[in-house]
């Protein structure tokens, strides 16, 4: 591709950003269609966070994906903002059009297509309170699941769960027995052990959206535990943004041939 003076902009704001595979397959996509468009990763400090995302569009962005941590201010910069987003409370995705901004989720999406034949929970402990959480359990709700929620700061689970519905829990190992999925929606390091991970039976399928080998992935696999990580979730909710910034469909085998190919 040429970068010429009418080559379009899209980007991912987070910080940080270096690990983010959405560039990888983003730019994929754009190749596939033709498009000249880039697509690149934007480590935003945190004193310019607000003010990047409101005007990014008066700078020639066409669209953005937004991640940890600046989900909420992405919410809140935008006029024009989708039921989901608002319902979730946080935003990965702006587009950006004669001088508005439009904000959207397409995380939640993400999550329910990974769980399409992976696991049908009936009820789910999710470990976190943060955008994923968030979007993750708007999802299970929505396919009627009973969601439990553990968090560290516990008031913040406490208080989610009194908006959407779900019900906050101040022991993982007194729950992790009688839910059939544990959805993983920390930003805790790869290595950490958020529960005593001896208490991990075949019996509850794991959702880690970490696209890592975490520790409690290894510990799960070992158990003989249905287990998924965070790529299919990453690679869905991208293939959503995609579609709302060009009304285009793009494939999930293009976005995971990126992938392998970049060397993840
Ligand atoms: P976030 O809004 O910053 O929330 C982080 C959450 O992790 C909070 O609930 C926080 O608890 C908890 N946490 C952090 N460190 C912890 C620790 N050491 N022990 C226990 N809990 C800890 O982040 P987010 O956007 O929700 O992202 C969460 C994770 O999901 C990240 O790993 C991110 O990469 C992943 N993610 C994946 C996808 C995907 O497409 N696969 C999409 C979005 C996010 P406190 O409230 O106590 O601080």
Not at 84 to 109: C, M, P, Q, S
Not at 161 to 166: A, D, E, F, L, P
Not at 201 to 230: H, P
Not at 235 to 243: M, P, T
Request: aromatic share 12%; net charge positive.
């Amino acid at each position: 591709m040429t970068i010429r003076g009418d080559t379009l902009l899209y980007g991912v704001v987070g910080n940080p950003i270096k690990h983010s595979l959405s560039p990888v397959f983003q730019n994929r996509f754009f190749k596939t269609f033709g498009i000249n468009a880039i697509y690149v990763p934007l480590e935003v400090d945190k004193s310019q966070a607000t003010k990047f995302l409101k005007n990014a569009g008066y700078f020639g962005f066409r669209g953005l994906n937004v991640t940890l941590p600046y989900k909420e201010i992405a919410l809140k910069v935008a006029k024009h903002v989708d039921k989901h987003a608002k319902e979730i409370g946080a935003a990965n995705t702006l587009r950006f059009e004669n001088g508005e901004v439009y904000a959207y989720n397409t995380d939640w999406i993400g999550v329910l297509k990974s769980l399409d034949g992976f696991c049908n929970p009936k009820s789910v402990l999710v470990l976190g309170a943060g955008g994923a959480a968030k979007a993750g359990i708007y999802a299970l709700l929505n396919i009627g699941a009973e969601v439990f929620v553990w968090n560290r700061t516990a008031s913040k689970a406490k208080t989610l769960c009194s908006k959407m519905g779900c019900k906050a829990v101040r022991s993982v190992e007194e729950f992790i027995k009688s839910v059939d999925l544990l959805v993983n929606a920390t930003s805790a390091n790869l290595d950490a052990e958020l529960f005593n991970y001896d208490l991990l039976s075949e019996k509850v399928s794991i959702f880690d959206m970490s696209y890592r080998q975490t520790k409690l992935l290894k510990f799960a696999k070992e158990r003989g535990c249905n287990v998924k990580d965070g790529l299919d979730m990453l690679i869905y909710q991208g293939i959503e943004s995609f579609k709302i910034w060009t009304n285009l469909e793009a494939r999930y085998q293009d976005a995971l041939s990126a992938i392998n190919e970049s060397g993840y």
